[in-house]
């Protein structure tokens, strides 16, 4: 039996099925999912909630989630780096943190002094003034620094208000041809439902390991509800950080593509781009990494072709 069919025997959907034999793998494999305990459907509003009445027909940019159910995958970095990919190529774009690590705000370096959206949403103030300028000209509004207790009574809120997000970006007066594109926390969790409430594209993040393998299940059943909507969001899968040196990554990859049904797409590694991101220096503007920018490229033109279903 070859490496990659051993690896289906012991991933695919014949096997291990239940939520704590999933764990019990993620445990073994070094990456355990978030879970709040929110419900796998798309959350409906609660008649009780007092919030604004959205204008549906009002038209909207096009919003890109980047997903994964795992951590250390590089949402951020596939984020930030696409933000300044696509304003490169002519587009206007936000990036917007939904993740309480606040990982944009560290990668990007950015005024302390500026709030984030955890509290601006507490404090009822418009996200217009958490906007910073990020790379390349685009946009960013970070998540900012919140402590434990506010992260949960924000959690806590936010189940309640399904709408919550889309009245946030109805508040930044987006216009049609911007794209607002979205690090969420990996796992299973309030932050991800908003999301994909909202979500015309999902960028599905992983790595060529086993760990990344083992959440495809659980993925199934977070996205299961959002693609039988009739506007469906389109979803890709990324594989990132690929070491093509590495014949187990490799085989991985055609784990991946076994298990899909279709070819993942790939960002290769590259340290240079790594040590731009450590220094808060955007690494486009790095010489001598062209396969990455060329994956980042690639990757950009993706999100730019779904504008056209928005």
Not at 23 to 41: E, K, M
Not at 58 to 68: G, H, K, M, T, W
Not at 203 to 227: E, F, H, K, M, N
Request: glycine share 8%; net charge negative.
């Amino acid at each position: 039996m070859s490496f990659t069919d051993a690896l289906l025997v012991l991933l695919g959907k014949d096997v291990i099925r239940d939520a704590e034999g999933l764990n019990a793998r993620l445990h073994f494999f070094g990456g355990i999912p978030v879970d709040d305990g929110t419900q796998f459907s798309p959350q409906t509003p609660n008649s009780d909630a007092e919030s604004q009445p959205l204008d549906k027909a009002a038209r909207r940019p096009c919003v890109v989630a980047l997903v994964s159910v795992n951590g250390g995958v590089g949402r951020s970095s596939l984020v930030m780096a696409l933000s300044s990919a696509m304003q490169r190529q002519g587009e206007s774009v936000l990036a917007l943190d939904l993740d309480p690590q606040n990982a944009l705000f560290h990668h990007l370096g950015l005024d302390s002094s500026v709030p984030g959206i955890g509290r601006a949403s507490l404090q009822n103030t418009q996200w217009a003034h958490c906007r910073q300028a990020g790379f390349a000209g685009a946009q960013v509004i970070p998540f900012g620094d919140t402590d434990t207790q506010q992260q949960e009574t924000l959690q806590g809120w936010l189940k309640r208000e399904p709408d919550w997000l889309a009245q946030q970006l109805a508040g930044l007066r987006l216009g049609e041809h911007q794209t607002v594109i979205i690090d969420t926390p990996a796992g299973n969790n309030v932050y991800f439902h908003q999301a994909l409430n909202l979500a015309d594209g999902v960028l599905v993040i992983a790595r060529a390991d086993a760990a990344s393998l083992a959440t495809l299940d659980q993925l199934d059943g977070l996205l299961a509800p959002y693609l039988e909507r009739e506007t469906a969001p389109a979803v890709h899968f990324v594989i990132n950080h690929l070491d093509e040196g590495n014949a187990i990554q490799l085989d991985m990859v055609e784990a991946f593509k076994q298990r899909l049904g279709t070819v993942p797409l790939e960002v290769h590694g590259d340290t240079a781009f790594s040590e731009a991101q450590a220094c808060s220096a955007d690494p486009l503007d790095v010489r001598g990494i062209s396969l990455v920018v060329d994956d980042i490229n690639d990757l950009s033109r993706v999100v730019k072709a779904l504008e056209k279903r928005c």
